[in-house]
């Protein structure tokens, strides 16, 4: 039920079932490939057995700072896979680790395997770069998950016991330090604790660490005093915009430092205005959101422009062969935009978070499900010395966020496909599978069948339905123009209201919505402002960005324009069958000897072929671009 | 008289006056401002003192490797300054520094502030990084300069001792070194030094260095051994592409690694060629040439395109935002250009040492002669986070390469602008001023008035000639198509043979030549494989780039697409006198809201001005570029 200011709630990833479509088979890679694969990661590299406490000065690879984030994160996307698909080694591996976890906290609550057993002495002594409120909060996540997944408290007790003890550390009253983490996180994580365990003390620490952020005199200049530290890494800029805390949240109106932290930080805000309805953290939420899709957001819904502390830059500051665009700072989005989406019912939040998930966050990861993008550039070139890491999946990175982080999202994709509110059941994403409410205090059951987003039509039967009826309440994207709607095969207005939703009419159980989305390709400009793509396009089918590699098209892939019209074409046996676009494209013709000239250079017509943006990069390195030259004009 | 494969011989610098026109003014400020600017600012940066040797242990502000090579370009351009322009205070100056550098002189001729009085134990250990040799050579050049300027030998004899000196560590005999210098520069200066002295030992001595360049086993890997370090610095490349010694000189077919270090063994192989007429050396020379000028050189004749180890990348990668086209490159793409000219007089050399000149090279100055830029973008923002360095010259910088550079380039343009061969007299440059030469065997002097490249018009009046009269050959620039020709006011074919020069009639004394060169504004095009230059278009007049500055078109300069015809206008009040190309541009009209959208941006008319690239940001600081949107096919 809705608390506060939260006018949906989601429904839960434990009531959505995902199947077939275009979801099914990847998330059944996700479980069958990607989980054990990170599991295998985390023990190779002593992630898991740190929880063992075994580590001892003199020994080799001590544990880092932010491991423990990486099991939490696993643990996080494990519980929500065996919630919906038994495994008995997933089982039997993922109780082996909540064993070691539970086993690793300390007598006073307590949970930090590096500030257990490498610097101890060192807790809470610099809150600005060490990740300790970070870790502390993905392994609260980790624990709801978990409980959620299979009722068992034992980590959900060890977290809660975690939370009260830091609750005991920080805060405003005596002797408590006035601190709050670098790395935003375990703001979201209490929430998540408070609504997991009803206890509202939680949400009350998440406020505390909220309304603390920012505050003068500035925590992190103290806490660098006590360590005879300068106050300012250099790259934190001069008031500590890298980690959001140059200003109150509330005075915030423009995106700064490191996205990943910005948007779990606007995340936890959004979460805490919902319990409390503060019209501040909202009014803040609403111009940082504008800030960043207006100004600072990739096509892709990739955030973060700049690899230099992997942070968001100036206004219009999106170069696409260097674009960092991390696969976290994606799901970030994913996770903001859905946040957004709670308080206020409308589109715009989901279409973001549609566009970030489906592009700059599903780009991540292999289509095999074994290999991981940190950065997602626009344009590749590997002939142009930016190192694999940007134009090639990994199989890990020592700083391994990434690789779990899309994990959870994708075991939990559920839970962003549809909510409850206002006596309707609302469609965020159009998912094949089948969604199981709660609504007006009956059951409410549709099962959903689609191609989407290979194909336009989504058909939602109802399975179960209050006596009333169920009415839905369906997204139609801002570039669905023309969208249908059928109950029971009758023709219904499909007019969706200024939320950018359509109602049906209450549908008894049994009836059948169809709501036909129109996918023609189409091409998408940029504001003039963004340098890197004025005077060039890009292609959309759906809320698939397309991209040309070069495997398809030669190189010069970003030289090629496309002419007229584009024809969408399924190849079943291409990338595990996908719609490709295909449409003629000229290119300016090169000559031989001097490099410069007073002739301009002539076209050549030829053939274009364009795949999906996530899909690109599953079938060999080389040349890859989103925004390609507008010939529109010709 | 030419020697060798030489078939052109450079009139001396101290054989051309340059006055009034286009380069008379900006002499004056080198000489009045510049010269002096830099004198002080070696004095306060300890730079001239550090030859009393005074300097012990424990003293602050040890002398640097290579400081030496600063104040050797500075006496190299004060030399050339006096001997065209008598300056009592400069002479002492030059006294004074000389006599300090003469009496630094160790017993056995050896001379390096550095090595001997901070490091005197490391002399000679580490060529690959530490400059020595590439000192001596900035000396060597310096005291050829010295005595072609006053016929004093004191700094030339010195400078003699020191090669004879390096001439006993340095070859292939018993005892000696085989190395080389990791920044070339010695080589050019000892065939300076060879031509200055007429001893054959130093041309060999280069010859030696030359040669020795690149074999294995290799030199740099042997002296590492002996200083137990790793073979290879990082940023060095897999082979030391860095400093050009990859391969022996004679297979090199590609330009690598340190843009600078490649212009000056460039220059020296085509010395040492010029010497010696070793086909081998011109094959690999016009290899190199053709690899930079057709895949690796910017529109303003900067090359090094990575700020990254100062370098060539791969071909047609030429960034405009990041284009480092560091000063001393373009510098050495004269120095360069201009050796390939003697060994064959055509026009291809002389256009691209033009264009060099006019443009990325001159770009290093400002306009009053204070302060100076060491990368030379083809765009700037200063809101993109490129720090000051790039979009704003400096008085000075740590490692001053560059402002003595331009300098010592300047007071000696005399240099590039004529030479005798074959019989006549050729002219390269088209400089204000006078021209006296020996042409078969008899005094030939012309003098030169022309506004060029202000305007097109170049009147040369024969003042002395040999009896038989003085044929000119006068370069016909590529982009000069319908040149026209007069002699004593009557109409003369003005056609260029296969050098690109035209050859006019034997003139006695009293005659004149007016070639006319028509100036009208043009634009240029780069090969379609330059990413960045792609649909876009470069404005020229003459030699002259022009480029957009904020200050006269608003914010968004790289966004504004030429439309149509440019005029050019003479400025008398702007920018100490210059022409401007005006025109109508357009460019995309932006919108509010969403950053992304389905429609295309719509169009807006725009008054357009563009100013010589050479002279941008000489009114502050703000945007510029050079490419611009094609909106040709419009």
Chains 1, 2 share one sequence.
Not at 196 to 211: K, M, N, Q, S
Request: charged share 20%; with cysteine.
């Amino acid at each position: 039920m809705a608390t506060g200011a939260r006018r949906l709630v989601p429904v839960s990833w434990r009531d959505v079932t995902v199947a077939a479509g275009f979801w099914g088979p990847r998330l059944a890679t996700t479980r069958a490939v990607t989980l054990p694969l990170e599991y295998q990661q985390c023990q190779q590299t002593g992630r898991i057995d740190a929880f063992r406490l075994a580590w001892r000065d003199g020994d080799p690879n001590p544990p880092h700072i932010f491991w423990d984030s990486d099991v939490a994160k696993w643990i996080e996307a494990a519980a929500y896979s065996l919630a919906v698909q038994p495994d008995t080694a997933l089982q039997a591996q993922l109780d082996e680790v909540i064993a070691l976890v539970v086993a690793a906290q300390q007598p006073d609550g307590y949970l930090n395997v590096h500030f257990t057993v490498v610097e101890p002495q060192k807790r809470w002594s610099n809150l600005r770069d060490w990740h300790e409120l970070y870790c502390a909060g993905h392994l609260m996540e980790a624990a709801v998950a978990h409980f959620t997944a299979t009722g068992d408290r034992r980590l959900l007790d060890c977290l809660a016991r975690y939370a009260d003890y830091i609750g005991t550390v920080f805060g405003r009253g005596e002797g408590q330090r006035r601190g709050y983490c670098g790395h935003e996180e375990v703001e979201l994580a209490l929430i998540k604790l408070f609504r997991a365990t009803g206890e509202p003390r939680y949400r009350d620490l998440a406020a505390y660490f909220i309304d603390e952020r920012g505050a003068q005199p500035h925590y992190f200049d103290l806490e660098a005093a006590e360590r005879d530290q300068k106050p300012l890494a250099p790259w934190y800029g001069p008031r500590h915009e890298y980690n959001q805390s140059h200003l109150p949240v509330r005075q915030q109106t423009t995106a700064e430092g490191h996205a990943v932290r910005a948007m779990y930080l606007y995340s936890g805000m959004a979460d805490l205005a919902a319990e409390t309805g503060d019209r501040d953290l909202l009014a803040a939420l609403h111009a940082l959101w504008a800030d960043v899709t207006e100004q600072k957001m990739y096509v892709t819904g990739g955030v973060g422009s700049s690899g230099h502390g992997e942070r968001f830059t100036s206004g219009y500051d999106l170069p696409n062969q260097t674009a960092y665009a991390e696969t976290c700072a994606a799901i970030g989005l994913v996770f903001w935009a859905h946040r957004m989406l709670q308080l206020e019912p409308d589109r715009r939040y989901a279409d973001v978070l549609e566009l970030a998930l489906y592009n700059g966050a599903l780009s991540g990861i292999s289509l095999d499900g074994r290999r991981f993008f940190y950065a997602n550039p626009l344009l590749a070139d590997p002939q142009r010395h930016q190192g694999s890491f940007a134009v090639e999946r990994q199989e890990w990175f020592g700083c391994a966020c990434c690789p779990p982080n899309i994990a959870r999202l994708l075991t939990s994709l559920g839970e962003y496909v549809a909510a409850v509110g206002q006596g309707a059941l609302w469609v965020h994403l159009f998912v094949n599978g089948e969604i199981r409410a709660t609504v007006a205090g009956a059951p409410a059951t549709v099962a959903v069948r689609t191609a989407y987003p290979w194909e336009g039509e989504v058909r939602l039967q109802v399975l179960a339905a209050p006596a009333a009826g169920l009415p839905l309440r369906l997204r139609i994207p801002a570039w669905a123009a023309g969208a249908t709607l059928a109950v029971d095969g009758a023709p219904c207005p499909a007019v969706a209201d200024a939320s950018g939703y359509l109602t049906t009419p209450p549908l008894p159980a049994g009836a059948t919505a169809v709501l036909t989305l129109p996918l023609l390709p189409r091409r998408v400009w940029a504001k003039p402002e963004v340098r890197e793509d004025n005077g060039r396009v890009a292609l959309f089918r759906g809320p698939l960005l397309y991209c040309l590699e070069e495997l398809d098209n030669g190189p010069g892939v970003d030289q090629l324009a496309p002419v007229g019209e584009l024809t969408a074409e399924w190849c079943p046996d291409l990338l595990g069958g996908v719609t490709v676009l295909r449409g003629q494209g000229r290119r300016r013709v090169s000559w031989s000897g001097e490099l410069y000239r007073s002739t301009p250079p002539a076209w050549e017509e030829v053939a274009l072929t364009a795949v999906p943006y996530a899909l690109w990069q599953n079938r060999g390195v080389g040349q890859m671009a989103v925004w390609l030259p507008d010939a529109g004009q010709a």
